[in-house]
Structure formats: structure tokens, C-alpha cells
């Protein structure tokens, strides 16, 4: 990583320049004070890379911080043996080269000595102020002692919710993480692939949507290397084996394009990071000599990227299906640039990102490159302006953060946290829809009707019915486009909720971790329709013993009798769940010595068999015909009523009764009593109902049950 790759704009170190030692640096910060007018030898690398961005920074605060934190970690040591002091140093050099602000750096050198010192939090707020105690207190870790195997996964939940409020917290803690990852040879194996992992599952997310590819690059690469060693080594293999690079005539021949044009711009080749050639190695198969970097075209202005692209395409054969436009239509992190690819005089073909000066430095250093959010001139190197009402509201708070924060809050436990925050952060891609009040969403690609309603309304969500997308009814399961417009329907009434296959359309943590929490505190609640449609239209009466009005089957159709183990007992079929072949069913003696005959999960017999009420065996007879009634929930249209019976008679049923109720907030009610002739033929009939343009819900009649 260097300033050159953080910002083009500001003079670069020069390639000769040898690596800094750290070891040397150890033992400079140990030989005592030096004169108050000059910064000490172990930090003037930091100050050198920090004035680059910079230039009127005031370095007597990174001074002051220095001798703290040199001070508090004297005689301390790391597994490498190697000074603690070189651990902050390397941090901060780490965010001084990619432009970090001075309270950053600061806090960087400052970032373990209440974690791993005396010094106390109080002590860095007084000498240096509120906001750099903020992001000390931001990156330091839960004790074990207090947390157990919970102190990972909580550390982690307490720096987002300070990421929150200021991303800078985060930019500290990747840095830190990257130079731990850098130094990790030194551990046991086992623990390096743990760590690996972690920073693998959480972290290189986090500076992929931060927008910290400097950072994400080079822990990309170094967990490539712990945990597939071998697939490392050939990759190393295959770089080092590389010839000459076939992209240098294609840069030379696109800036004299340039030039001819009269378009100023810098024409670079930018090498791929090993984990990069690997991916293009494996979804291609074989290698071609372009793949192992590509054409960094960086212009002074927007309009000029547009300009070099025009000449490209024009100069040089253009591969259509590589062009995308992320200068138009930013990442959600941040990322601008236009992408593209053309191909060279002797038919090597040249992958081209094309970006002004200001997009490269936001494209490799992120939120570091933004500054301080709170500073009244934003990017400043100033302190931050008090806010007025005393709230911290970070102006840089992306929307994934914002979601990640509310959707942390219901989270019961550590292991439920981890666990979705590792599945939350493995969703790399983002879309925005709208919603009917002019407002937005930003969700996961493939989110649903489900997950914009839970986005939208939160708990309330769980009284919805439907949704229409760009104007049609759909089901909540329906999967979104970017720049869909969605409006969710709710209920009038509180007394329906989510059911349980509303979690296979579910992609984001809110809308999981709300529907399961309502599933769990409502065991026995009626719930929705499966597939995706609406949260159950009306709540089902609990009987006390049994329902007494229920249909005599044997009385009634004739063609499906329920042969219960009681010779001569009156059998009715319960009303409460409509039982007909095969369901697996039970009985139950009510009132007059009636067998009354449900199914063996409704909640009425589930009551009776807690209570002690002795079940009886129930069997269907040999018919295989039925009388079952159906309540087809839909939103109204025109000729909704012809095709709910096309498709009733197209699935071979008769129809004995319809009714219609009157329609009520554009929902219509159906009633069907239908005679199949073969019960087993009910769930695909149930699921031409549903498929029917309009409605949202079939499901059987229940009928009020009466005590007994």
C-alpha cells in the first residue's frame, strides 16, 4: 500500500524507497526523549506519509500521542518479540498513507492502551479530547473474563454500533486487523486459521462496503495464503512466470489516443492482487497474458471519463458486454468508474477502468478518504463541529450500516448476532427500490415483498397481505428489481401474523429475526398461507372441549365416511379444521357419545390430549371422493370470479355452493363447496386457486367452534 495508490493527485514515494523496518523503529521509540520542537525519529514516517494528504496538518497532537502511548507499552513486547510500540506505529502509517485525518491517527497510535495499559478511557478523553475517546473506546475489545465465548461476537457488535455513529471506528479496526494479519506467522496454526476466517467472513466485507480496497486487497490476499496455501503457491507461481507484459503496448497506444484527443490523463497499468488471478483463473480455465492486470485510465474531470471512453470505443474494438457504469449509477460503497474492455492491435484484450483522480482516491482508501463526518468543513483535518442537539449523526452512514444497527437490536443472543451478521455481510450486492410516498429502500439483491415490508413498517409488517410491485398485485414472495416501486397492504384488523414460509423468502436479518420471533411467542397462532401470500386472513377460535357443528359425513355426502373404533358412534368431522382424506386424523368423545373427528395437528385436538381426553382411532373408508369446503381470499378485479371457477373445473371439481361477500378495502371473499372426486386431488386444486391472478390466500373453511 502507498499514498501513490491512495491519492494520484499528491507526489508519490519513489519505487527505490526501501520498506520501512519496524523492528528499527522499536528501538528508536526505546531510546529515550527527545527535543520538544522535533517529532521522534519512530514516528517521522507517519508524519511524512500524514503531511503528504495534508500538508498543514498540526502534528503536535500526533506528538503527544506518541509519548503516551510509547510511554504506557514500554517493556511490553508482541509474540514476534518485536516492541508493542511497532503494532500502533504500523497502524497508523497503515491510515496516514491512505489519508486519514489527524484525530484518525491519533487514535490509531492510542488504539490498545486502555485495552492492554493503565492508562483509563477518562485519561485519553482529557488529554485529547471527546471524539478521539470515542474511537479508543469504539476499537477496545470486551474482557473474556466478563464475556466468555461471547467476547468475540460481542467486540464486534459493540464497534459496529460505534461504527455507526462514526465510521472512523471502523477504519481503525481494519487497519489493526490488516497489520495483525500481516504479522500472524508467528501464531500457532490452528489460531491462524481461526483469525483468517474471521477476517474472511466479517471484516473483508466490512472494507468491501466501507470501500477500503487498499486494505481489502491485501487481507484478501493474506487470507488467500493461510487458508488455501497451495492454490496460493500456484497463483505466486503463475505471476512470477509471467513474461512480458502484453498490456504495456495496449497503455501506450491508448494515451497517445488520449493525446491526440487532447484529453490529459495518466494511463497506468494496474496489477491484479493474487486472489483477483485466481478468480479469473478459475472462471476462465487457462490464463491469457491481459488477465494479470488491467488499464487504469484517471482523468481530472467527470465529464472526461466519458470523453476517454467515446475514444476507446472508437479507436479500438470495444467487448460490449464489459461495459458498466458505475460513475452514472455509484456502488453502494462509494465506488465510481467506468469499466470496459477493448481489444488490442494484435487481438489481446484489455480490461480498462476509466476514473477521475478524486474516484481513485475514494475507490482505494473509502470512508478513510472522507475525512472527519463531523468537521464543519467535511474532510477536513479539523476538529469535529459540536452538533447542536448533542446527537451523533454521522452524514457518512451508509444504508446497509443503518440496517445492520436496527436489525442488531433484536437480536436475543450472541450466537444469533454472529450468525447473521456473517450471513448479512455475505449479501455483496445492493438494490433500491421505491416506495408509493416517494421515499426509498435499499435491500440485498434478491430481496422480497417480505423483506421491503419489514424495511418499511418493521413489526407492523406482520399484518401484511399482499403487496403490488410497479402498480400489480404480487405475492409478498415476489423477488425485487433495482428501482421497482413496491407498496406493501396491510390489514385492518392486528389479529393475523407471518407464517412460517415466509422465512424461504426472507434474504434480510430484520425480516428473519422479526417473523421467528413472532413464531416462537405464537406456537399455536393461525398463520399465513405458504408460498407467500398474506399473513392468514382471520384468527381461529380456540374451542374449550370440541366443536358440535360439525358435518355428519355419514349423514350428508355419502362418498367419505371416517371409520372411527366405536361401533354404532355417531361421527361428525370437525369444523374447526375441515379433515378430509388422507389427512392423518384422531377422535374425540364429546356430548352424547359423538365422536368428533380432526385432524391429528389441529389445535382443538392438541388441547383435548393435553387435558387428558382420551383420543379415538380414526381411519378413512375405501371411497376416495369428498365434500370439502374452500375460502379463496383475493383482491378485487374484473372476471376474478370466471377464473377462480375455470380453474376449479379445469383441476376436474364440481362445484355444489358459491358465495361472494361484498368487497371490503378492495378484498373480495370467495366461499366454495366442492365435490372432488378423488381427495387426494385437493392440495394441487388448492394450488390452482392460488395461482390465480388476484388472490392471495386458499385455505379451508373454519367454522366458530361451540363449547361442550
Given at each position: ?287 491469457r497474458g491481459t488477465d494479470f492486470g488491467r488499464l487504469l485510465v484517471l482523468v481530472g474531470e467527470d465529464a472526461d471519463c466519458y470523453a476517454v471512453l467515446g475514444e ?274 384422531t377422535g374425540f368423545v364429546v356430548r352424547g357419545g359423538v365422536v368428533t373427528v380432526h385432524r391429528l395437528k389441529c389445535p382443538a385436538a392438541v388441547r383435548m390430549r ?99
Amino acid at each position: 500500500m502507498s499514498a501513490e495508490a491512495a491519492q494520484p493527485g499528491v507526489p508519490a514515494r519513489r519505487r527505490g524507497r526501501p520498506r520501512i523496518d519496524l523492528r528499527r523503529l522499536g528501538r528508536v521509540a526505546l531510546l529515550g526523549p527527545v527535543p520538544r520542537d522535533r517529532l521522534p525519529a519512530a514516528i517521522g514516517h507517519v508524519a511524512e506519509a500524514h503531511r503528504a494528504h495534508h500538508p498543514d496538518a498540526d502534528l503536535s497532537l500526533l506528538h503527544r500521542a506518541y509519548v503516551l502511548a510509547e510511554t504506557s507499552h514500554r517493556g511490553q513486547t508482541r509474540k514476534s518479540g518485536e516492541p508493542y510500540i511497532t503494532h500502533p506505529l504500523a497502524v497508523t502509517l497503515i491510515l496516514a498513507e491512505l489519508g486519514a485525518e489527524t484525530t484518525t491517527l491519533t487514535a490509531s497510535l492510542l488504539h490498545d492502551t486502555v485495552e492492554d495499559t493503565e492508562v483509563t478511557l477518562n485519561q485519553v478523553r482529557e488529554q485529547f479530547g471527546e471524539e478521539v475517546g470515542y474511537l479508543v473506546d469504539g476499537v477496545t475489545k470486551l474482557e473474556k473474563v466478563d464475556y466468555g465465548a461471547a467476547a468475540e461476537p460481542e467486540t464486534f457488535r459493540k464497534m459496529l454500533v460505534a461504527t455507526g455513529d462514526d465510521v472512523r471506528v471502523m477504519s481503525i479496526k481494519l487497519a489493526d486487523r490488516l497489520h495483525n494479519m500481516r504479522t500472524l506467522s508467528v501464531m500457532r496454526p490452528e489460531k491462524q486459521a481461526r483469525i483468517a476466517k474471521v477476517t474472511r467472513d466479517v471484516l473483508i466485507p466490512l472494507a468491501e462496503r466501507l470501500g477500503v480496497q487498499a486494505l481489502k486487497t491485501e487481507l484478501e490476499d493474506l487470507v488467500f495464503a493461510i487458508l488455501h496455501p497451495e492454490e496460493y503457491e500456484r497463483t505466486r507461481a503463475l505471476i512470477a512466470a509471467a513474461g512480458p507484459d502484453p498490456l504495456a503496448p495496449i497503455a501506450e497506444n491508448v494515451a497517445a489516443v488520449l493525446r491526440e484527443a487532447g484529453i490529459p490523463a495518466d494511463v497506468l497499468i494496474r496489477p491484479r492482487h493474487h486472489l483477483s488471478v485466481h478468480r479469473v483463473r478459475i472462471k476462465r480455465g487457462e490464463l491469457r497474458g491481459t488477465d494479470f492486470g488491467r488499464l487504469l485510465v484517471l482523468v481530472g474531470e467527470d465529464a472526461d471519463c466519458y470523453a476517454v471512453l467515446g475514444e476507446l470505443h472508437t479507436c479500438f474494438t470495444p467487448v460490449i458486454s464489459e461495459f458498466k457504469d458505475f460513475v452514472a449509477a455509484p456502488k453502494f460503497n462509494l465506488y465510481q468508474s467506468l469499466h470496459t474492455a477493448v481489444v488490442g492491435p494484435e487481438g489481446a484484450v484489455a480490461e480498462v477502468l476509466i476514473r477521475t483522480h478524486r474516484m481513485h482516491r475514494v475507490a482505494e482508501a473509502g470512508v478513510v478518504a472522507l475525512g472527519n463526518p463531523y468537521a464543519a468543513d467535511h474532510g477536513s483535518a479539523g476538529q469535529a463541529a459540536e452538533p447542536a442537539d448533542g446527537e451523533r449523526a454521522d452524514p457518512t452512514r451508509p444504508g446497509w450500516l443503518s440496517r445492520l444497527l436496527q436489525w442488531q437490536q433484536s437480536a436475543p443472543d450472541s450466537d444469533t448476532f454472529w450468525t447473521t451478521l456473517r450471513a448479512d455481510l455475505a449479501e455483496d450486492r445492493e438494490i433500491t427500490v421505491f416506495r408509493t410516498d416517494g421515499g426509498t429502500l435499499g435491500l440485498p439483491a434478491g430481496a422480497s415483498c417480505v423483506d421491503a415490508a419489514y424495511a418499511q413498517y418493521g413489526d407492523r409488517a406482520h399484518d401484511c397481505i399482499g403487496a403490488r410491485v410497479n402498480g400489480r398485485l404480487a405475492t409478498l414472495g415476489t423477488v425485487l428489481n433495482d428501482g421497482d416501486t413496491v407498496q406493501s397492504l396491510l390489514a385492518e384488523d392486528a389479529g393475523s401474523g407471518p407464517s412460517p414460509a415466509w422465512l424461504d423468502h426472507a434474504r434480510t436479518p430484520a425480516a428473519r429475526i422479526a417473523i421467528t420471533g413472532w413464531l416462537d411467542a405464537h406456537p399455536e397462532a393461525p398463520q399465513g398461507p405458504h408460498g407467500g401470500g398474506p399473513a392468514g386472513a382471520r384468527p381461529e377460535p380456540q374451542p374449550q372441549a370440541d366443536t358440535g357443528t360439525a358435518e355428519d359425513r355419514r349423514a350428508g355426502t355419502g362418498t367419505t365416511t371416517a371409520v372411527v373404533d366405536r361401533p354404532d358412534a355417531l361421527v361428525r368431522l370437525a369444523g374447526c379444521c375441515t379433515p378430509v382424506p388422507p389427512d392423518d386424523v384422531t377422535g374425540f368423545v364429546v356430548r352424547g357419545g359423538v365422536v368428533t373427528v380432526h385432524r391429528l395437528k389441529c389445535p382443538a385436538a392438541v388441547r383435548m390430549r393435553s387435558t387428558g381426553r382420551a383420543p379415538v382411532g380414526v381411519s378413512w373408508g375405501a371411497a376416495a371422493g369428498c365434500r370439502v369446503t374452500l375460502v379463496a381470499e383475493s383482491f378485487g378485479r374484473p372476471r376474478l370470479l370466471a377464473d377462480l371457477t375455470e380453474a376449479i373445473a379445469t383441476a376436474g371439481a364440481a362445484v355444489v355452493s358459491a358465495t361472494v361477500e361484498p368487497p371490503s378495502e378492495q378484498r373480495v371473499r370467495h366461499t366454495y363447496t366442492l365435490q372432488l372426486p378423488d381427495a387426494a386431488e385437493l392440495p394441487a386444486l388448492m394450488r390452482a386457486m392460488r395461482d390465480v391472478p388476484g388472490v392471495y390466500d386458499v385455505s379451508r373453511a373454519r367454522h366458530p367452534a361451540a363449547a361442550h
